[in-house]
């Protein structure tokens, strides 16, 4: 069955970087696209951007433009998404999302999230 | 982009009674490329409905999605106490893609 299993809770202060990963297991990695979604306390789910395993290639939202960065590693079948100068806005649950074998797509299966807490 | 507004905010409902959820799109969503997703507390979004109508596998058929263009429901026909939960719309036809903020269904 699919598995989307996420890297651990992380505690950052303003300013710094965080990097997250999400390894795929139960499919053919490649073959469909990931995106990243996040969700602040008691709010509804963000768009981040999405990545194409199989080529790279990166579609970022907006809002994340310059600071947002999504890579894959297709010989461990994992997604990282690398969120840099981090504010308190940023303290949410990370969730990375399973698309489809077409760009746009619904999301079928979901990591179980990460919890990012940005503070000083 | 295109913003999605959920209606009503808050449905407080009994076990066995009829649900229905709204989404209303700032804008005609294409080929009805709309989903819904039930979250419960400290899980991640499940999908529920995909092309605004397509139930997901393993979704009981007690839920149902409907409509086009801009209007699109949820429709949960008996609640069950497991459906007690925030529902959220997607829109996947264009980039970003976006959530409604969610309709809480409680007791």
């Known amino acids: 069955q699919v598995q989307l299993v996420q890297s651990g809770a992380e505690v950052k202060k303003p300013g710094a970087s965080v990097k997250l990963s999400c390894k795929a297991s139960?499919?053919?990695?490649?073959?469909?696209?990931m995106h990243w979604v996040r969700q602040a306390p008691g709010q509804g789910p963000e768009w981040m951007g999405i990545?194409?395993?199989?080529?790279?290639?990166?579609d970022y939202a907006q809002k994340f433009q310059g600071r947002v960065t999504m890579t894959r590693d297709t010989s461990t079948s994992t997604v990282y998404m690398d969120l840099r100068s981090l504010r308190s806005e940023d303290t949410a649950a990370y969730f990375c999302?399973?698309?489809?074998?077409?760009?746009?797509?619904?999301?079928?299966?979901w990591g179980q999230g990460t919890l990012v807490t940005v503070s000083s | 982009e295109i913003v999605l507004t959920q209606s009503p905010g808050t449905l407080s409902l009994s076990p066995g009674e009829r649900a229905t959820l709204s989404c209303r799109a700032s804008?005609?969503?294409?080929?009805?490329?709309l989903a819904w997703y039930q979250q419960k507390p400290g899980q991640a979004p499940r999908l529920l409905i995909y092309?605004?109508?397509s139930r997901a596998t393993g979704i009981p058929d007690r839920f149902s999605g409907s409509g086009s263009g801009t209007d699109f429901t949820l429709t949960i026909s008996r609640l069950e106490p497991e459906d007690f939960a925030v529902y959220y719309c997607?829109?996947?036809?264009?980039?970003?893609?976006?959530f409604g903020q969610g309709t809480k269904v409680e007791i």
């Open positions: 997607q829109q996947y036809a264009t980039s970003p893609r976006t």
């Open positions: 999302a399973r698309g489809g074998l077409l760009i746009k797509n619904w999301f079928d299966s």
């Open positions: 092309d605004a109508s």
């Open positions: 804008q005609n969503i294409r080929n009805t490329y």
């Open positions: 139960g499919y053919n990695f490649t073959s469909y696209y």
């Open positions: 990545i194409n395993p199989s080529g790279g290639d990166t």
